[in-house]
């Protein structure tokens, strides 16, 4: 074993960064990437430090220490990161992201029900109950919607 790793040289921590890196990747667990970050430092210390420190026993040392701070460090500096991020509240919600568009009525409302166009859209409307009767060409605010259908006033 000690022959085996009395070989250890700084190409194998930058490989074994590559391998951590792309283990974070599929992973998103940010420790990985601390661990790849530490390959890295090692890889830097066994080319720059003494080669009376800089044998494996002192490679794995610097690794281990400086994976071990990063990992901790990472967990208290950033504690939101492994947290998901929220969805936007109307992402993929079409009718949700009507609420407070503009447009206009292209029928007269009869018994509170009628067309508007919204972009470039016509959707079915109801009028939001005790607003003046909407006509055709007036102006509208979606007030909110309730399945496919978008429930305005005049606006």
């Known amino acids: 074993m000690d022959a085996l790793l009395a070989g250890v040289t700084w190409w194998h921590w930058l490989a074994l960064a590559l391998i951590f890196f792309g ?3 599929i992973t998103g667990t940010y420790d990985l990437l601390m661990a790849s970050i530490g390959a890295v430092l090692t890889a830097i210390f066994a080319a720059v ?3 009376g420190i800089a044998g494996w026993h002192g490679q794995v040392i610097v690794f281990l220490v400086a ?3 990063l990992i901790i460090g990472s967990r208290i500096v950033f504690p939101g990161l492994r947290k ?3 969805e936007h509240p109307t992402l993929n919600k079409r009718m949700a992201q009507l609420v407070g568009q503009r447009g206009q009525a292209t029928k007269d409302f009869v018994a ?11 959707w079915g409307a109801e ?3 005790g607003e003046p009767p909407i006509l055709a060409g007036d ?9 496919n259908t978008a429930v305005v006033r005049k606006g």
Not at 112 to 122: E, W
């Open 23 to 25: 283990l974070e990747m």
């Open 49 to 51: 430090a003494p080669e």
């Open 67 to 69: 994976a071990i701070i």
């Open 84 to 86: 998901a991020a929220p």
């Open 112 to 122: 509170g029900a009628g067309q508007v166009k919204i972009g470039d859209t016509v």
């Open 127 to 129: 009028a939001v109950p």
């Open 139 to 147: 102006a509208i605010i979606v007030a909110e919607t309730r399945a």
